[in-house]
């Protein structure tokens, strides 16, 4: 990670390829095309890019009245574990500090569990089969400010 530094900006149409391109190799459940370009438009979409301006990962988030609902949050494999996502949630943490922070994951996502608890996420709730394929539990978190 010493060897990146990170820029948090909007992302725009130009980034859509790079965007899908992490959005079908890196998750079982990728983000819809449809909704990844709508919260391009709407500009809520954040990526991370290094200093040679690859995309190193993507957040897409709802805006509510004082809430911030992830909808979608990934790294490119080659830069997975490498604090690309704890970067996206920290610049949320920044830019909307005074909303609060919800999201939903697989049970079976441990990797991103550990680390949304790490952000001190708290665990609020199960969602019944909210995932397909394969279906699956959601686990609520929210960040409280």
């Given at each position: 990670m010493a060897t990146h530094q990170i820029i948090i900006r909007l992302a725009n149409q130009n980034d859509l390829e790079a965007l899908e391109t992490i959005n079908q190799s890196s998750s079982n459940t990728p983000y819809q095309s449809f909704a990844l370009?709508?919260?391009?438009?709407?500009?809520?979409?954040?990526?991370?890019c290094d200093n040679h301006g690859s995309i190193m990962g993507w957040i897409a988030i709802q805006k509510g009245?004082?809430?911030?609902?992830?909808?979608?949050?990934?790294?490119?494999?080659?830069?997975?574990?490498?604090?690309?996502?704890?970067?996206?949630?920290?610049?949320?943490?920044?830019?909307?500090?005074k909303s609060e922070i919800m999201l939903e994951v697989r049970p079976s996502n441990t990797g991103a569990i550990k680390l949304y608890e790490s952000l001190g996420m708290t665990f609020l709730n199960i969602r019944k089969k909210y995932y397909q394929n394969p279906t699956e539990d959601a686990l609520v978190y929210k960040y409280y400010i």
């Amino acid at each position: 990670m010493a060897t990146h530094q990170i820029i948090i900006r909007l992302a725009n149409q130009n980034d859509l390829e790079a965007l899908e391109t992490i959005n079908q190799s890196s998750s079982n459940t990728p983000y819809q095309s449809f909704a990844l370009k709508n919260a391009i438009d709407q500009q809520t979409c954040f990526c991370a890019c290094d200093n040679h301006g690859s995309i190193m990962g993507w957040i897409a988030i709802q805006k509510g009245f004082e809430l911030i609902d992830i909808l979608y949050i990934t790294t490119a494999n080659e830069f997975k574990r490498q604090g690309v996502s704890k970067l996206l949630f920290n610049y949320l943490r920044t830019e909307f500090s005074k909303s609060e922070i919800m999201l939903e994951v697989r049970p079976s996502n441990t990797g991103a569990i550990k680390l949304y608890e790490s952000l001190g996420m708290t665990f609020l709730n199960i969602r019944k089969k909210y995932y397909q394929n394969p279906t699956e539990d959601a686990l609520v978190y929210k960040y409280y400010i």
